[in-house]
């Protein structure tokens, strides 16, 4: 997201929620889709583009069949649509390492 004319980033960003420990709550809520990312913005602070995406949106049975190419494109549709909110997307079962240095 590009700064605002102000020079400032208008995107939440996780460092000022980590700010907010103990104070305000935090709102989060899961999108999917550009137009649901759209939707939500406006009255969120977190937008969760999360495994379950697999079930919801492509009938798998279990999160397990999430690839990473489907999080990246559901990912990618939802920072598109969203223009202040912090966007965390998960990493599917089997994308990642026992380890932070084996996952890099």
Known sequence: MAPDASGA???ISAGSIRLRKG???IVCLTAYTYPIARL??????????????AMVL???????????????????????????ACVVVDMP???YEATP???V
Do not use: C, F, N, Y
């Open 9 to 11: 980033d208008p995107r």
């Open 93 to 95: 079962a089997g994308s």
């Open 58 to 84: 492509h009938g798998h049975k279990t999160t397990l069949g999430a690839s990473l190419e489907m999080m990246i494109a559901h990912g990618k549709a939802v920072m598109r649509g969203s223009a202040k």
């Open 40 to 53: 939500l913005d406006d009255h969120v602070d977190l937008l969760l583009v999360g495994d379950s995406v």
């Open 23 to 25: 104070g305000e709550p």
């Open 101 to 103: 240095r084996q996952a």
